[in-house]
């Protein structure tokens, strides 16, 4: 996807929310919901991210077994290529060093909840703030607003030129092998996507009848911005931040698969729980199997939450 195109799209989900509330006078959320509540799209992407914060939660208390015990380690045989399958006492049967490979994929749901709440906070913080300085600097900072918009938005530009998985990639070999580090590769890959996005939203509202009456009657720019134009331009980010859980989930997973998650091997996480299957892929597919689809249905149920919100949100599209 090229940089005009991933604008364009940001662009356009910043406009939805700065249309005309409708002639019944139903709030933009009032009647957005409405439409979620008769939406199988978003049904289905609400229990399905639903049923994964419930494993989340309560997989290490539920989980059978200890993730990291080795307890039947002499039930694998690597050299021969024998590994242990699904059975009574092990569900989803062993992995390549003898543990229970049901209760790491229950525990290993909250490190990848975990991973991907704060990426998507690292760039929604970072982003809306760059996003603020440069909505207000464009709409109520006049000329020198406007070239620091500019030069902002550049920057911006910069960052969604480059494929984020690569970027991603590079930021966490700099930074070294850690959980930390991924958090903040992915979460700085969500940085120009949020600012861009709050920055036109805010330039929507800004031409709006009541930021022209505030102005008409003295109110301080900073106050404005404050108390009338972020508050009206925050609808898109909410949408953005269900749809940046999904990417950052799916990224996250794609690091430590690559090795640069969390050193150590013995904490279940999904993306590292599929880099370890895929030397034994032959003989137990299964092993990679179950984190993958782990990885794809919580993706998949937040990117049809978010795009139900998206076209909730949209004009075009009420009836």
Do not use: C
């Not at 208390?61 to 993730?67: D, G, T």
Request: zero cysteines; aromatic letters at 6%.
């Amino acid at each position: 996807m090229t940089t005009s195109t991933k604008a364009a799209k940001i662009e356009r989900l910043a406009e939805l929310t700065a249309q005309n509330e409708t002639s019944s006078g139903a709030s933009l959320w009032r009647e957005a919901f409405r439409r979620l509540k008769g939406s199988k799209m978003a049904i289905i992407g609400g229990v399905v991210i639903a049923l994964f914060i419930v494993m989340a939660v309560i997989g290490p208390w539920v989980a059978p077994h200890s993730p990291k015990a080795l307890t039947w380690k002499d039930e694998v045989f690597l050299n021969r290529g024998e590994f242990v399958g699904p059975r009574g006492e092990n569900w989803f049967g062993l992995d390549h060093l003898g543990r229970d490979m049901f209760s790491r994929f229950l525990v290993g749901a909250r490190q990848t909840l975990l991973v991907g709440v704060v990426s998507m906070l690292i760039g929604l913080i970072i982003g809306a703030v760059i996003g603020v300085v440069s909505g207000a600097a464009a709409t109520l900072g006049g000329a020198a607003g406007r070239r620091v918009d500019t030069v902002v938005m550049r920057i911006t530009d910069i960052m969604l030129a480059l494929p984020s998985l690569l970027l991603a990639a590079s930021i966490a070999a700099v930074m070294g092998q850690s959980l930390t580090t991924v958090m903040i590769a992915v979460g700085v890959v969500q940085i120009p996507i949020f600012a861009r996005l709050l920055r036109g939203s805010m330039l929507a509202q800004g031409s709006k009848d009541y930021v022209l009456a505030a102005k008409s009657l003295g109110i301080r720019k900073r106050r404005i911005v404050v108390t009338q134009i972020l508050p009206n331009s925050l609808s898109p980010v909410i949408v953005q931040a269900t749809l940046s859980l999904a990417t950052a989930i799916i990224e996250a997973a794609a690091l430590s698969y690559l090795g640069l998650g969390n050193p150590d091997p013995s904490v279940p996480e999904w993306g590292v729980m599929l880099s370890q299957a895929q030397r034994f892929f032959d003989n137990a597919p299964m092993m990679a199997v179950y984190p993958a689809v782990g990885i794809i249905i919580t993706a998949l149920g937040f990117t049809l939450l978010g795009e139900a919100m998206r076209e909730a949100l949209d004009p075009k599209l009420r009836g």
